[in-house]
Nanobody
């Protein structure tokens, strides 16, 4: 119901765009987010976007990552620029009903590897 894609291997300073296609029942009006988890590290919320387009970002990615959504295509994107080795992780898309609810829906991860 959440299908993530777009991961890969890039060099430091490179860019990637992640995509997450969702079923309409999960996507419509819900908060969508991208999380990431590196080995041995807790999973962190990287960016989120509400149904009306309000966004939040992890401090370490501000100015480099941009989350967006296409409500007609039920897809959320994460444009990642100026990638750093510390951005290496498995990235997961997720959805929740509103700002204060728990993340209820998760997609499979997509691996992003940034080489130095």
């Amino acid at each position: 119901q959440l299908q993530a894609s777009g991961g890969g291997l890039v060099h430091t300073g490179g860019s990637l765009r992640l995509s997450c296609a969702a079923s309409g029942s999960i996507f419509s009006g819900n908060v969508m987010g991208w999380h990431r988890q590196a080995p041995g590290v807790q999973r962190d919320l990287v960016a989120s976007i509400t149904g009306d387009g309000r966004t939040l970002y992890l401090d370490s990615v501000k100015g480099r990552f941009t989350i967006s959504r296409d409500n007609a295509e039920n897809t959320v994107y994460l444009q990642m620029n100026s990638l750093k080795p510390e951005d290496t992780a498995v990235y997961y898309c997720a959805a929740k009903r509103h700002r204060f609810s728990s993340w209820s829906y998760w997609g499979q991860g997509t691996l992003v590897t940034v080489s130095s």
